[in-house]
């Protein structure tokens, strides 16, 4: 019992109790009602009918779609997010450098991430990379190239395009970066100028080590955002042309409120709680390799 | 003689609480119910005395996606109001298919509202879950008025001879036509006496020879279901397990056509078409094609699409037989089991159905009117625009049959499928006689599970 | 002298390709901004001209008398309401169970860290109707509570950032503070708040944007027009399949970004200064 009187326990508790009391009243409830649909066959208007095992293995052995989102979906987090990641990073460090009218310059950068997937954006994208769209005008005018792909739409570009929306909204983890940086201790780069160091070996042996709980964050963020990624590809594409581009999460969405069998969509989200956790583990475990800490705690 | 007696401690019951209920809101707010209370006192007990003083609020739920849609609702709702002091509306609504999602999840917490809107397609899954109430007695005791509606209009709503689902307005499916570039094509515009599918295609190439234009766009599964039935057949059986045509030939000659179309440039490209966002939006609205097949409902699209290219536009029947053609209600009204004012929630609808000053100020926006009592009413103040919608409704009721059986809850998974075949079938991965294949596996799969 | 001109040139095209790249990254907002005055008959058919050949500034007019007898001011003060409650609980407990986190180690923390990690991975589309089913039982459909109180809770993306932060702080601070004789709460609000303001405010401003553009918890829970959030009445002004007014629903939409512009604005300042204000150097 001498555990009782470790004063950190109250003081740990005391601190995540507003925490602790919104997952049990409003998670908590939800979560294991969706574990428990998983097992289910349910259509959302009369009451489930427990069937075991049965939605996860028809996921398995006899349902193609399933099988496409899941590649799809793979292929997006693992092409999109190290590339916004990057994207997102190399802005950052730009913007931290001090050129002239760099707040001006942030905000121009957060904007498109700031519209986020509102109607307007949606109208624009489509008649920017559309058939007739702005971008293959250009193409027109500076190359000469007489392009007639509808980029968005056409099978073979859909998925990429949605890529380059996702990485074009690279706002959010630009944004974590700053912060980031700005918390590296200014006389820490101060002592290595001193020293004589250039600008890249600063970056590489300071900067990106101090940076790497914030890079660590946005990796683990981006990949579990990644798949879990839904409106904008709900509202571009709509998973179309012919499931090109859909997303594990729009498939669980068609299948749970489309075709009602919200059994079978709680298995799908149970599926891609196990890999994403799996995942994200992984990268946890890596994580002693490469992410510096200032302090030790949990992780 | 036992039920009569029945009837009658009831009716003594309704009135026992409506008394005490009609005092009891009188001491809550007095100014309020003075109104209500004078015509309880005035008018004889019968009929009208269920509909008692207490004040009352129910709900309305309601399908409604931009600001006149929504104030032209809301315009109803004030005047039932005032025709009903003791009734309160609240309203609620969402756009497109955020509808749907908002009723499932209403209905699995029972919270469904007093009035629900639902489209053709779902009250056959919303009846057989015991989401809905029937109203025959509502139609019985006159509450629902009625009388006089060519019954064609009304049985659109029933299940298993039960009605469930009031129509709101009448719809068909419509080929628009832009006559200024027929005539500068010498095209003539086509008959209601009958259009070929030969004479179709004969036009929508002359529509790009001389004008250089496109002729239409593709079509998708409202136009294969009106081909299905040209050939006196459908898309589900009557058992609903399987598809309602035994010929796969039917499913590729379709596609065949389509496929020839645009192998020839009469039809917009199909990524084109993926782009359309609105109904603003798309080749005929913009005036890049001749022809709207898009699936474009006679109802208010006709008024969007004449508003956008600012021209007066031809209504056609689809090509091929007229029997094809069906008139369908834009949704139905009905009332939700949970309903604990079902009787209130049937006067909303009569006053919403029947009503003259409603349809005017609802101006056909969810339908067109049927009952001929408002048409009458409202004929005189018909646009020029919703006289052709009249008169083309009249055509499909004329020459077309009664829709076909609504679609089982298995339907939006076949709709999926069949989209993603045609979208495949169109960008040439599959050929169309390969499609039906997989369309008919893929059909039988989703209707069994 | 020829090193210094060097760098001068490179810091010269440095700033071309950033100042151009940001031209494109704003293209949209100036998209949007010319489609609000344009006739709604023209927004499709003159979808590719940037600047309009009239300015219909009715858009605005019609745009914000709204629908239902309510304006968009009603709208724009339910969306305020909301919003700013919302970040005021997320902040405040988000940095508290973060400090928990980072600093404590009491026993069950990596438990519930765990927990906290796996609410983060299921999607959220399977919770809908739990979730409906709660706030119908606690009574709280049409009211703002089912959007404000669940971030009294924080949130699991905030409280990971903010550990994520926190752990970046010399673990020095805590023991020097300990021998100061400086209590846990003392330290937390003292000295580990206001080295991480940064991430404070990038948490206050994630939050504000993201309950600011969400339309579909306030679909699901809001009923009447009355309560509508201004995510909600401009996402109730544009149907596919029906006549939608898109002059003005643009319009809307430009006012809908002027707070979340403004926030965006008027605080990352805060992000980028916020360390040089304290006194970590020493």
């Not at chain 3, 673990?171 to 003392?186: N, P, Q, V, Y």
């Amino acid at each position: 019992m001498r555990w009782l009187r470790n004063p950190d326990l109250y003081a740990g508790y005391a601190f995540i109790l507003p925490w602790l009391i919104g997952l049990f009243v409003f998670s908590l409830f939800p979560i294991f009602f969706s574990l428990y649909l998983s097992f289910t066959d349910y259509d959302i208007l009369s009451s489930p009918e427990w069937i075991g095992l049965g939605n996860y293995k028809e996921m398995f052995t006899d349902d193609p779609r399933f099988v496409k989102s899941a590649k799809v979906t793979l292929l997006y987090v693992f092409v999109s997010v190290p590339l916004r990641l990057s994207f997102a990073l190399g802005i950052a460090v730009l913007l931290n450098m001090k050129l002239k009218g760099s707040s001006i310059l942030r905000s121009f950068y957060y904007l498109p991430t700031l519209m986020g997937g509102s109607v307007a954006v949606i109208v624009m994208w489509g008649q920017l990379f559309g058939m007739n769209g702005a971008f293959n005008s250009l193409l027109k005018s500076l190359f000469g190239i007489q392009v007639s792909i509808s980029w968005i739409t056409d099978p073979s570009t859909a998925l990429g395009s949605l890529i380059a929306l996702s990485v074009w909204q690279f706002g959010s983890a630009m944004l974590i970066f700053l912060a980031g940086l700005k918390q590296i201790p200014a006389s820490l780069i101060e002592a290595a100028k001193v020293d004589g160091a250039p600008a890249w070996q600063r970056f590489i042996r300071i900067t990106l080590p101090l940076l790497s709980p914030v890079i660590f964050f946005n990796l683990v963020m981006g990949i579990i955002g990644g798949f879990k990624v839904f409106s904008e590809g709900m509202i571009l594409t709509g998973g179309g042309p012919h499931d090109q581009t859909l997303f594990y999460v729009i498939y669980l969405y068609e299948t749970s409120f489309r075709f009602l069998h919200m059994g079978y969509g709680s298995a799908m989200a149970w599926v891609l709680l196990l890999a994403v956790c799996l995942l994200t583990a992984l990268v946890f475990r890596s994580s002693s390799l490469w992410v510096h800490y200032e302090s030790k705690g949990n992780g | 003689m036992g039920r009569i007696k029945l009837r009658n401690t009831a009716v003594l019951l309704l009135l026992a609480i409506g008394l005490t209920a009609c005092g009891g809101g009188n001491a809550g707010n007095a100014g309020n119910n003075t109104q209500a209370n004078q015509t309880e006192t005035n008018a004889p007990a019968e009929n009208k005395e269920s509909e008692s003083a207490e004040p009352v609020t129910i709900r309305v739920s309601y399908w409604a996606g931009t600001q006149l849609t929504i104030d032209a609702h809301d315009n109803v709702v004030k005047l039932f109001e005032q025709a009903h002091p003791n009734i309160k509306v609240q309203s609620e609504y969402a756009p497109g298919a955020e509808y749907t999602d908002k009723i499932l999840v209403q209905a699995a917490s029972k919270d469904l509202a007093d009035v629900v809107r639902v489209d053709y397609s779902q009250i056959q899954n919303y009846v057989s879950k015991g989401l809905l109430q029937p109203l025959d007695s509502f139609v019985a005791d006159k509450t629902i008025d009625l009388e006089g509606i060519n019954p064609l209009h009304i049985d659109v709503g029933k299940v298993d001879d039960k009605l469930y689902g009031v129509n709101i307005g009448n719809n068909a499916l419509v080929l628009f036509y832009d006559p200024e570039k027929l005539k500068e094509a010498g095209v003539t515009p086509p008959s209601a006496d009958g259009y070929s599918w030969e004479q179709y295609e004969q036009d929508l190439q002359a529509v790009k020879d001389k004008l250089g234009i496109y002729g239409d766009t593709h079509f998708g599964q409202s136009q294969f279901e009106i081909w299905l039935r040209q050939h006196d057949a459908k898309l589900y059986n009557d058992a609903q397990n399987g598809l309602g045509y035994d010929d796969d030939q039917l499913f590729t000659a379709f596609f065949e056509t389509q496929l020839r179309l645009q192998k020839k440039g009469l039809l917009t490209p199909v990524a084109v078409e993926s782009e359309i966002k609105a109904l603003e939006d798309g080749p005929f609205p913009k005036g890049n094609s001749a022809f709207g097949g898009w699936g474009y409902w006679s109802g208010s699209h006709s008024a969007v699409v004449e508003k956008q290219l600012n021209k007066v536009v031809g209504f056609s029947l689809f090509p091929g037989s007229g029997k094809g053609a069906y008139i369908k209600p834009s949704f139905f009204h009905g009332i939700a089991s949970n309903s604990k004012h079902p009787k209130e929630a049937a006067q909303f609808i009569e006053f919403y159905t029947n009503n003259i000053e409603a349809a005017k100020s609802l101006d056909g926006y969810f339908g067109f009117p049927y009952n001929p009592k408002v048409l009458a009413g409202v004929e005189a103040e018909f646009t020029d625009t919703q006289k052709r919608v009249r008169d083309y409704l009249e055509l499909v009721e004329a020459q077309g049959n009664p829709i076909d059986p609504a679609a089982p809850s298995a339907g939006s998974e076949v709709s999926t499928s069949f989209k993603n075949i045609a979208s495949e079938i169109f960008y040439e991965k599959l050929t169309p006689s390969d499609g039906a294949k997989r369309f008919r596996e893929e059909a039988n799969k989703a209707l069994n599970k | 002298m020829n090193t210094l001109s060097n760098k001068k040139v490179g810091t010269f095209i440095l700033s071309i390709a950033v100042w151009g790249f940001a031209i494109v990254m704003i293209y949209p907002l100036l998209w949007l901004f010319s489609s609000s005055f344009k006739h709604t008959t023209d927004v499709y058919v003159l979808a590719h001209q940037l600047i309009p050949t009239h300015f219909y500034w009715e858009n605005y007019v019609n745009g914000f008398k709204g629908f239902a007898g309510h304006s968009f001011l009603l709208f724009f003060r339910n969306s305020l309401y909301v919003t700013v409650l919302s970040v005021i609980g997320t902040v405040i407990a988000s940095t508290m169970a973060a400090y928990a986190f980072a600093r404590i180690r009491f026993p069950g923390s990596s438990f519930w860290f765990a927990c906290m990690m796996l609410t983060l991975m299921l999607p959220g589309e399977v919770l809908i109707i739990p979730q409906y089913m709660l706030f119908n039982k606690l009574d709280w459909i049409n009211t703002f509570w089912p959007l404000i109180v669940p971030s009294f809770a924080g949130g699991a993306f905030f409280i990971f950032l903010l550990v994520q932060f926190m752990r970046g702080i010399p673990i020095e601070l805590d023991e020097s503070a300990r021998i100061d004789g400086c209590g846990r709460f003392h330290f937390f609000a003292k000295i580990m708040l206001p080295l991480i303001v940064p991430a404070i405010v990038t948490t206050a401003v994630f939050k504000f944007i993201w309950t600011w553009d969400d339309y579909f918890a306030p679909l699901l829970y809001l009923n009447s027009a009355e309560k509508a959030t201004v995510s909600l009445a401009i996402k109730s002004m544009a149907d596919p399949t029906m006549e939608t007014d898109w002059g003005a629903l643009f319009a809307m939409s430009v006012l809908s970004l002027v707070p979340v512009i403004a926030v965006f604005i008027g605080f990352q300042k805060y992000i980028v200064d916020g360390i040089s204000t304290t006194g970590l150097k020493g």
